[in-house]
T-cell receptor, first 118, second 110 residues
Framework: GAGVSQSPSNKVTEKGKDVELRCDPISGHTALYWYRQSLGQGLEFLIYFQGNSAPDKSGLPSDRFSAERTGGSVSTLTIQRTQQEDSAVYLC????????????????FGPGTRLTVL | TQLLEQSPQFLSIQEGENLTVYCNSSSVFSSLQWYRQEPGEGPVLLVTVVTGGEVKKLKRLTFQFGDARKDSSLHITAAQPGDTGLYLCAGSPGYSTLTFGKGTMLLVSP
C-alpha cells in the first residue's frame, strides 16, 4: 500500500500480559516514530528511529516499553506486563529522507492501534 | 522541554462561520506544522510553515507563522461540516522529533 499501515487496529488484553504492535512505514522512508495518544491528550512521543543510527528512546515511559526496527523498515513496539494506564491509541509515523520532502520532518501517520488493557 | 499550547481546546460552530485557532509557545521552532485528525484515523499533514511571518493558504484555510517563530494560527473561512476534526500543531526544533500540542477539537454543524 501507499501509506503507513499498523496492525492490529484494535487490541484488548488483560493486565499483566505482553503485547506487540506492528508498523509498516512508507517504502523509502528512513525515519520512523511511535507516539501514544490518550483521550483528550495530544501525541506523546515514545521513540524515534533514523536510518541505522541508535534510536532516540527518550520518550519511553518505563522499561516495560521497547521497540525494534528490522532492516530499516518494519517496526514492532512491545509493551510488557501491561497496565491499565497503558490503554491508548498507539500511532506510528514515517518521514522521507531529508532533502526529498522530509527536510522539515513532515510525518505521515498510520491509522493507529487502539490498545485496551482490562 | 518545549511546549505548545493550543486554544481553544474545543470549538463548536455552525456551517458558514469563520474561526481561528491558536498555537503558542515560549520556544522558537525552526518549523511548525498543522495536522488534522479525524476519528479512528491518524493525523494528516495540512501545512508546514518555516519562515517567521509566513502566511500560507490552502483553499479556505489560512496559516500564519509568528514573526518570532514561537506561535502560529489557523483561520478557517466559511467552515463546512467536512472541516470537523482535531487540529494539531507540531513544532520542530531541528530535524528529528516533533513536539505536538494537545489540539483543538472543531465541530462544524450543518
Amino acid at each position: 500500500g501507499a501509506g503507513v499501515s499498523q496492525s492490529p487496529s484494535n487490541k484488548v488484553t488483560e493486565k499483566g500480559k505482553d503485547v506487540e504492535l506492528r508498523c509498516d512505514p512508507i517504502s523509502g522512508h528512513t525515519a520512523l516514530y511511535w507516539y501514544r495518544q490518550s483521550l483528550g491528550q495530544g501525541l506523546e512521543f515514545l521513540i524515534y528511529f533514523q536510518g541505522n543510527s541508535a534510536p532516540d528512546k527518550s520518550g519511553l515511559p518505563s522499561d516495560r516499553f521497547s521497540a525494534e526496527r528490522t532492516g530499516g523498515s518494519v517496526s514492532t513496539l512491545t509493551i510488557q506486563r501491561t497496565q491499565q494506564e497503558d490503554s491508548a491509541v498507539y500511532l506510528c509515523a514515517s518521514s522521507p529522507p531529508g532533502g526529498s520532502g522530509g527536510t522539515y520532518n513532515e510525518q505521515f501517520f498510520g491509522p493507529g492501534t487502539r490498545l485496551t488493557v482490562l | 522541554t518545549q511546549l505548545l499550547e493550543q486554544s481553544p481546546q474545543f470549538l463548536s460552530i455552525q456551517e458558514g462561520e469563520n474561526l481561528t485557532v491558536y498555537c503558542n509557545s515560549s520556544s522558537v521552532f525552526s518549523s511548525l506544522q498543522w495536522y488534522r485528525q479525524e476519528p479512528g484515523e491518524g493525523p494528516v499533514l495540512l501545512v508546514t510553515v518555516v519562515t517567521g511571518g509566513e502566511v500560507k493558504k490552502l483553499k479556505r484555510l489560512t496559516f500564519q507563522f509568528g514573526d518570532a517563530r514561537k506561535d502560529s494560527s489557523l483561520h478557517i473561512t466559511a467552515a463546512q461540516p467536512g472541516d470537523t476534526g482535531l487540529y494539531l500543531c507540531a513544532g520542530s526544533p531541528g530535524y528529528s522529533t516533533l513536539t505536538f500540542g494537545k489540539g483543538t477539537m472543531l465541530l462544524v454543524s450543518p
